[in-house]
């Protein structure tokens, strides 16, 4: 839980300083802050998708006995 705990506070650290500097060299416009988070978000995401389908097989080899809903 510590580190869990560290990590919190240091992105609340960083992401305000983080914005703060991208809205300052984007002429003090949200675009740049908005497409930062944006695409941070989406990689954040796809890394997460891709980490979660390692090592996995498809559902009908893993249960050959379940018939599915729709064929």
């Known amino acids: 839980m510590g580190v869990v705990n560290l990590g919190k506070q240091v ?3 960083i992401a305000p300083l983080t ?3 991208v809205i300052d060299a984007f002429d003090d416009s949200l675009n740049g802050a908005v497409w930062l988070l944006v695409r941070s978000f989406g990689v954040i995401c796809f890394i ?4 979660s389908k390692l090592g996995k097989e498809n559902f009908m080899t893993e249960n050959p006995r379940t ?3 729709v064929k």
């Not at 997460?48 to 980490?51: I, L, R």
């Open 19 to 21: 914005i703060g500097f």
């Open 48 to 51: 997460a998708f891709m980490a």
């Open 11 to 13: 992105a609340g650290f």
């Open 67 to 69: 018939i599915p809903a």
